[in-house]
């Protein structure tokens, strides 16, 4: 048997449960058998992993048994609750929840068949303790060790398969793939196709194994030797693993298993599925099985305390109830009453039609009936699944207690006698302690549940309380007579005899004395004879009396009990009822407190101006940089971040220019810079909510933006300025050109050493071009707006082109010291056209005049309609393109070749002349 946890727990609680359940598996298989729930509530399970907001919501594993361990359905239940009394130590049932299902349709591998009806014991529990809602996590880092005992100690005491058992490791491990074998067997059962794959260490292991049976390796050294040999390389070695690589393989390969251990040496091979049988006595096995349990029982007090430290103790509130907890071991209410007497009372219970009424009768015991767990029996108390323990018949004791008073009463006539007829009188009134005892701690609802067990009695069962001296050899009185006469008179007659005629005064007193002590205690004898006589009478009509007596008492306690019970039960109800109360409270008040932290968090992210906040820890403005969208600040270390209102919350963020990953709301402002947890931000930031922050000058109020907008200003915050770059060069553009003042400040590059051209609307920048040798772009999440060269209040010409490349063009073919630029990207959305009829209104209002300088095509016609029906009826419009290219661009660079080859012919006739001359 072994344990083993999923590393899962983070999702819904519809996909660990409906896996365990499901009547298919992953792959559309059937389950044969089907899985079968033994304990708990699968709809109760999900909604509680559902309501958790830990980032771990449930635990899940299985509990796994080999085909040879065969577990009957008394041992699976037995270890359910030794898991869960291991697993959830110091807590009670109502503290925790879990769920239990059983597979037998497992099995993979070469033996797949073989090992069908192999068990599975899968649980799924939440990660919550129930009364205090805080998390529970019963498999911590480090459980292998907390359960390794406890398996350890399942598996020496039942002789099941254990995983540490030298005689079943592998000749290696196989992984993964030993499950893709399982599925694969399933899928071929099932007629459909299996997956398919490569094991390299399949491979690997096969290879060695050849070696291994020529006697060619001898330990693990001669392995490594081997496989370097081969052209693998090991990167890694450890006690019992190898890990290997291989240019072929690509990855890397992990070797477990019985051939890889550093101990292993030829002639000591493990075989795959040998177990070893369990071990029966020797010192060495009594002094593990101590070791393994001191070690569990230290893990369990460890854990026990943990739990009612961090969770607090909860125990049942009535002395009763604990009582009945220790009555009935594991809550099992399965079996009636009378086998509950009969189990605890043995042959003295009045309910066990097992006890003879005549010693000499033979005995014909009734069958247990035991409920099947395999055909999943399960009770009405939530999925409980319960058997009847079979119980060994016990020895009748009042045929012992006959047997022992005949015997003593030949061995010893009078002061053994009374000795036993005290203990007689003991041990009835002990049987009907006991009896009493028991109905009284018997629980509620099995006492509801059954008739008065009275009602079937039988005159031969009443028979059986009839005084037990019946059938002894001799009564009493003849015990007396017989044993005095034949003993102790004859001996004081003879001492008599002989005293008289010696003529011995002082031995005829002595003796004289002891007949008359004899005397007094024959009176004694036959007045105790006449009591017990009276006690157990010996008329039929007499042991009615006394059994209907009984019967009548034993009704009454029974009476009193239901009683007492009922009290308890609706004291349980009220507590139960005053606890889901309180529950409930407690619930609407965490809720209430999370939904006043989330609104004071959001209130620090809303109401608390980040640069003012910013300004308190160094930071400066730079009015310069920042816009109506966006602020700029520095401090004196560099740091240099961008702070704006979101647009979607109004929640104040910031975002360094540094450090893209530096960026969120002014909590995260806090955490990075001064390094405090949540609770200390709260504390530092609540001062801020009611005294705000007053700077030296006063912050301009900031207008929200988008989330795509901030990162279009944050990016742009990175890039450099520049007056040249090889593209513009490689265009035509000199530097004389893109330095001058009409054109400083607009051309930009990033860190990419991409060239830059900002596009800007009334707010700033929404989005920039991108140009390269190699392509050219736009911004993504930027918008379109105008590339616009530097103003003048001299300036009587605006160009508009479509590209700024055509711009800068149009500038260096025909430059004009009062000519405005503008560009637009290309093809005009409705924000440009708002934005180039303001432009269009306000030149034509100092009376500048218009040049369309778009491109030689339909698209570039297109706009040049669009640009007129924009400007003022009014306005000095005129269209100029380019008499042989597509663009301006095209045109400076034919322009910039024509002057070439006119240099070139000039420097050429230069040349001619100088030749001629000499």
Sequence with gaps: MLLKFFNRGTGKGKGPVEYILNATDTKGIPREPQPELLKGNPQQII????????????????????????????????????????????????????????????GGGATALAERGRVELHFVTPRVELTTGKSLNIAPPGANYYFE???????????WASPNDPQR?????????????????????????????????????????????EGQIQNRNDIVTTLEEAGFTITRQGDNYITVTHDDLHQRIRLKGGIYSASWRLGAEFTAETRTEPKTGGSDCGAEFTTISDKLAAYLQKRRDFHRQKYGAHYPSSPDLVEMDGLFPGGDFACDLSGYLGRQLGDESIFNESVQTDSNEPTNPQPTQAEDLGGGTLSKQGGQVHHSTPQQPLPNRLEMQREALSQAVDNDPLNRLETL???????????????????????????????????????????????????????????LSNSLDNDRWGKQEQALLN???????????????NLQELCRELRGGQERTTEINHQ?????????????????????????????????????????????????????????????????LDKFKTDINLADYAQTLGYEVNKKKSSVNCLVLKDNQGDKILVGINQADGHYFYSSVNDDRDKGSIIDFIQKRRNLNLGEV??????????????????PKLTPITQDRQKILTEFEGFQVIVTHPYLTQRGITPETSNLPRFQGIIYMDSRNNLIFPHQDREGVCGYEIRHQAFKGFSSGGTKGLWCSQGASTDTKLVICESPLDCLSYHQLFPDETTRYMATGGTLSEKQKDLLQGALTKINDLGGEIIVATDK?????????????????????????????????????????????QEQEQQQKRSRGRGLSR
């Design 857 to 901: 095509d339909e698209a570039g016609q297109k706009m040049a309609q669009e640009l007129r029906n924009l400007a003022p009826s009014t306005a000095q419009m005129s269209r100029v393109v380019p008499t042989h290219h597509k663009d301006w661009n095209e045109a400076l660079m034919a322009e910039i070749r024509r002057q070439r080859e």
């Design 536 to 600: 157990f009478p010996r008329t039929t009509e007499q042991k009615i009396g006394v059994f209907n007596h009984s019967t009548e008492r034993i009704n009454q306690e029974l009476l009193r009990n239901n009683q007492l019970l009922q009290q308890h039960t609706d004291r349980l109800i009220r507590e139960n009822q005053q606890a889901r109360e309180r529950l409930s409270r407690h619930h609407e008040r965490l809720r209430r407190i999370k939904e006043q932290q989330f609104r004071e």
């Design 169 to 213: 490791a592998r000749t290696y491990y196989p992984g993964y793939h030993a499950l893709i074998d399982a599925q694969n067997c399933r899928l071929e059962l099932n007629g459909q196709k299996p997956v398919s794959r490569d094991d390299a260490r399949k491979l690997i292991t096969n290879y060695l194994t050849a070696y291994i049976e």
């Design 499 to 513: 005293a008289v005629n010696e003529d011995d005064e002082s031995t005829r007193k002595r003796i004289t004395r």
């Design 421 to 479: 007829f005290k203990t007689v009188d003991n041990d009835l009134l002990e049987r009907e302690q006991t009896l009493s005892k028991t109905v009284d701690n018997l629980p509620l609802a099995r006492l509801e549940s059954l008739s008065n067990p009275l009602d079937n009695l039988s005159l031969p069962r009443q028979e059986t309380l009839s005084n037990p001296l019946d059938n002894t050899p001799l009564s009493r009185q003849e015990i």
């Design 47 to 106: 909604t509680l992993i559902d309501s958790l907001d830990f980032k771990h919501k449930y635990t899940s594993g299985v509990i796994s048994f080999a085909p040879t361990d065969a577990p009957t359905n008394e041992q699976l239940e037995a270890i359910i609750t030794s898991f869960e009394d291991t697993a959830f130590a110091g807590l009670e049932p109502d503290q925790y929840d879990i769920l239990w299902v059983k597979h037998t349709h497992t």
């Design 682 to 699: 709260r504390k530092e930031l609540r001062p801020w909510l009611n005294n705000p922050y007053s700077p030296k000058e006063a912050t």
């Design 149 to 159: 005992p406890w398996r350890d100690y399942w598996n020496m005491t039942h002789g």
